[in-house]
């Protein structure tokens, strides 16, 4: 039935593009005619902080996913950065 899909060079795009957003995509084969792209939930979290950050303006903030909440948090802050959020930016940074 022609070649598996592994080799097809439309898929192979496919996963390079998503490899090149920065999102850790693999794929696993089941059979010639079935595979499946996988993604981390690390590579979309960080992938859609990035495109989160990409619209935000105001120059005080902070933006971070809380695990314990399952959501993606942006701080702002005015004047000097609150001792909270300067524990978030040195854990990081660790």
């Given amino acids: 039935m022609g070649t598996d899909l592994s080799k097809n060079e439309s898929i192979k795009a496919s ?5 090149n957003l920065g ?6 084969e089941f059979n010639e005619n079935w ?5 981390t939930s690390e590579s979309i979290i960080n992938y859609l902080t990035r495109m989160v950050e990409k619209y935000i303006t105001y120059p005080n903030h902070l933006t971070e996913f809380d695990k314990e909440t399952q959501m993606l948090v942006v701080h702002f802050w005015k004047g000097e950065v ?3 959020i300067r524990m ?3 854990e990081k940074t660790q």
């Fill in 15 to 19: 996963l390079q593009k998503l490899r």
């Fill in 23 to 28: 999102l850790r995509a693999n794929t696993i």
């Fill in 35 to 39: 595979i499946a792209v996988t993604i």
């Fill in 82 to 84: 609150p001792w909270q």
């Fill in 88 to 90: 978030k930016i040195g």
